[in-house]
């Protein structure tokens, strides 16, 4: 198998079309911008309710709205997908809600985890969402695990693996592709180069010419596309999906883009980068690129931006409100789950927990 | 009923397992054509094919996290680790994953995986061929250990295993792998997770252990009784969860204990169960509870029956408890 490191483009930075355009409806091509309006909104909100101390951590995307949309779009509901922090996009796509989005980061009792990991950990089987870990790149395995098991029971589903450029350094990366190839498993692993592991840059993470070139070491076939172009990250997609789908294998894609914002609400991404590269990226923006496409194709209006972006913030609004307005969850939701009948040890610590009751509230020195 | 060691237990129990259950898959390294270094997974590549008895590549990270993710797809898959000691680059994939999934997903995923691993010294193994790490996943919330140590449990407990929800941590003490041979049921049976077994009865003194110490302490306790001493010997059989109502209940009897293990001593799996006796049978106690285990020194080569308790060590602390 090939890699190819030229970087597949289909609309060049000025959001014109240099290569054949995919064939999506152009409902769907709408719906997708404004799923891309919506994350970028979503991401101002949610920061500034981080500020304010009303949610404990956020992680934007912003700057990676395409690489996200555009690799949700390539899937079929029954796909499965692990994911991880910067993916929780796919999962708006997939139908998540923005009020069980929100609830996650609070953690209370209307969260789908019930409160049980910290902000942006979100994940729900009913979008075939896969609950992950902060370690990185440990969902990959999974990925290489759930993908053979769809395809000894001859199921048609394909598992898509979600990764970042730091993630390639990981032992997990190298088992999940090495076993995936020589399995011939339906999977795709989609990397979000975004250049940046916390304040590592990609430089200092690999010596790689690429990072779609370490799929060679594998036998795999590789592929590398410009992330800031919707279209572009659809084609390769869908066409990894399908190829894993029909039997031809995995893939792995390199999505390159750049991630604007710090690594979450509690990183300065100034005290380690130049403004001019930051400058460089944003002349690259993604939802901007795809909107000049769409206008100059007659599918946008600004009535329909103005409207979006109302609606849109309304109901960032209105799930906010919803979602501060429910509980913590109660303490026996600490003890469920940890096995499928809880042990009587462990029963024994729930009723001397109940009895204590909450608590003392003590702020961490150093807030996450 | 046929006549088994531990390994033909095992192998029964897996091809038990493969017949009855299609979600059932068996993977790690040299699994297949070669039946496993030990010899366990013999003849069940052929029988069942190489999709479900699957060689993997070198890598335990790959192997537990490609078990998660057919778990997680709906297989039961037994992963085996060649030698426990090779565990370590599966480890963040067997705490943080593995034990975590149902909970950290509220029930919405569950990782039915079983870890099988030869552990445990007396095989001239040395350092990296023989440690007992039981500890480490007993500490681990969501993660079952069971350990056996005859034949018949063996297959019992881990046909248990596969019929359960959770992730079993199943050590296989390789001294006794072809040492004993047992009448072993034939077809599907199920020794229950979280029942201590008796090994022996008594009345004066207790000794709790597990694994490839249960005929140490089956010696020693023979040797006692020539001296008058009716010593029980309790084989937990699963460490997590842990009958401590039999535990619990054979101390109050005797009110004299001896916890017997080869893993090393400090925070191994004794002080859990010698702070579960302080904390709930105290009063019962008639002597100091004691410890007989490995030292803290890392498994030694050319020393290994120096640093593993024998019936000698376990003898002598029972003429401390009984003098006491």
């Known amino acids: 198998m090939s890699v190819d490191e030229t970087l597949h483009q289909v609309l060049d930075v000025s959001g014109r079309a240099i290569a054949p355009v995919p064939d999506v409806p152009k409902e769907d091509l709408r719906r997708l911008h404004r799923h891309m309006v919506s994350m970028r909104l979503l991401d101002q909100r949610m920061l500034s309710l981080q500020r304010q101390g009303r949610i404990g951590f956020y992680g934007m995307a912003t700057g990676q709205e395409a690489t996200v949309t555009g690799s949700a779009y390539a899937l079929r509901a029954t796909d499965w997908v692990f994911h991880a922090l910067r993916e929780t996009g796919v999962c708006l796509w997939r139908g998540t809600t923005l009020e069980e989005f929100i609830c996650q980061l609070i953690g209370n009792a209307g969260d789908v985890l019930i409160g049980r990991q910290m902000p942006m950990h979100f994940s729900d089987r009913r979008v075939n969402s896969v609950a992950w870990s902060s370690v990185i790149g440990t969902q990959l395995v999974h990925a290489m695990g759930a993908a053979y098991a769809a395809k000894l029971q001859q199921h048609d589903t394909v598992c898509m693996g979600y990764i970042g450029d730091g993630g390639t350094s990981s032992p997990d990366f190298h088992a999940a592709l090495n076993f995936a190839q020589v399995w011939q498993v339906p999977a795709v692993f989609f990397c979000q180069n975004n250049q940046w592991a916390i304040s590592v840059p990609l430089s200092a993470q690999t010596a790689s010419s690429s990072i779609a070139i370490k799929a060679a070491a594998y036998g795999m076939r590789g592929v590398r596309v410009d992330g800031n172009d919707l279209l572009a990250v659809i084609q390769v997609t869908r066409e990894a999906v399908e190829r894993a789908r029909a039997g031809g294998g995995p893939t792995f894609i390199e999505s390159l883009t750049y991630r604007m914002g710090g690594h979450s609400s509690s990183d300065d991404p100034t005290r380690y980068r130049d403004a001019a590269q930051v400058q460089y990226w944003e002349e690259r923006d993604p939802v901007r690129r795809f909107e000049t496409w769409l206008r100059s194709e007659g599918l946008l209006t600004d009535a329909d931006l103005e409207q979006w972006t109302a609606e849109v913030q309304d109901e960032i609004s209105r799930a906010i409100t919803s979602a501060e307005s429910l509980p913590a969850p109660p303490i026996e939701s600490m003890f469920s789950d940890v096995y499928a009948q809880m042990p009587a040890a462990l029963a024994d610590q729930m009723k001397y927990a109940l009895a204590l009751g909450k608590g003392t509230h003590v702020e961490g020195a150093f807030p996450l | ?324």
């Open chain 2, 1 to 324: 009923m046929p006549q088994m060691t531990m390994v033909q237990a095992i192998t029964d129990a897996l091809r038990t397992g493969l017949r009855e259950d299609p979600r059932v898959v068996v993977l790690g390294e040299d699994v297949g054509l070669n039946g496993g270094v030990f010899r366990v997974t013999e003849g069940l590549q052929a029988e069942f094919g190489e999709a479900r008895v699957l060689d993997t590549p070198l890598a335990e990270n790959g192997i537990i996290g490609g078990a998660i993710g057919m778990a997680l797809y709906g297989l039961k898959p037994v992963a085996e680790i060649q030698f426990v000691d090779f565990i370590y680059p599966a480890f963040d994939q067997i705490v943080s994953e593995l034990a975590k999934f149902r909970w950290r997903s509220a029930g919405q995923y569950s990782c039915p995986v079983i870890v099988r691993a030869p552990y445990g010294g007396g095989i001239r193994g040395g350092l990296y061929h023989s440690q007992s790490p039981e500890a480490y996943f007993a500490h681990t919330a969501g993660l079952q250990v069971v350990i056996p140590s005859t034949p018949s449990d063996a297959k019992g407990l881990l046909l248990a295993a596969l019929a359960g929800e959770d992730p079993v941590i199943f050590l296989e003490p390789k001294r006794l792998y072809r040492t004993i041979k047992e009448d072993v049921a034939e077809g599907v049976f199920h020794t229950p997770i979280g029942r201590t077994r008796t090994a022996r009865s008594g009345e004066h003194a207790t000794v709790l252990c597990y694994g490839a110490m249960v005929p140490v302490a089956v010696e020693a306790a023979e040797s006692a009784a020539a001296r008058g001493w009716s010593v029980e010997v309790l084989d937990l059989r699963t460490l997590v969860p842990l009958d401590s109502g039999a535990v619990l209940d054979s101390v109050r009897r005797t009110g004299r204990v001896v916890i017997l293990h080869e893993a090393p001593r400090t925070c191994g799996y004794g002080a859990e169960l010698a702070a579960l006796i302080a904390e709930q049978a105290l009063t019962s106690l008639q002597a100091p509870v004691l410890r007989v285990t490995g030292y803290d020194t890392p498994f030694p080569y050319t020393l290994e029956h120096t640093y593993l308790p024998d019936a000698k060590r376990v003898t002598a602390a029972l003429e401390h408890v009984m003098s006491y």
